[in-house]
């Protein structure tokens, strides 16, 4: 019904950047929050950045001042600009996405595949 693509991951050394993208299709209305999580091999799924449709933001206090998500509403896509990358930000990054299917407001939650950031000191 509707699929969450991630993109962007890859291999960076420390202090380097990389942008990751989510792209929703499918049967979308609209979405509302869509957001950024991660997990590291041994440690819970965390939140790393949220954005609603209006553009509100929310960052872990891990990532802030480092890390920036935003999204384009016309391609259903959001974004994870990560700068001044860590070693402790090695982990799988996931997307959610909070979707509208039709105008009658049924709703859709889901993940996408995950990409691999791999940060080398």
């Known amino acids: 019904q509707v699929q969450l693509v991630e993109s962007g991951g890859g291999l960076v050394q420390v202090g380097g950047s990389l942008r990751l993208s989510c792209a929703a299709s499918g049967s979308i209305f609209s979405i509302n929050v869509m957001d950024w999580y991660r997990q590291a091999p041994g440690k819970q799924r965390e939140l790393v950045a949220a954005?609603?449709?209006?553009?509100?933001?929310n960052y872990a206090d891990s990532v802030k001042g480092r890390f920036t998500i935003s999204r384009d509403n016309a391609k259903n896509t959001v974004y994870l600009q990560m700068n001044s990358l860590k070693p402790e930000d090695t982990a799988v990054y996931s997307c959610?996405?909070?979707?509208?299917?039709?105008?009658?407001?049924?709703?859709?939650?889901?993940w996408g595949q995950g990409t691999q950031v791999t940060v080398s000191s």
């Open positions: 959610n996405a909070d979707v509208i299917v039709d105008p009658y407001g049924s709703s859709w939650s889901g």
């Open positions: 954005i609603t449709s209006g553009g509100s933001t």
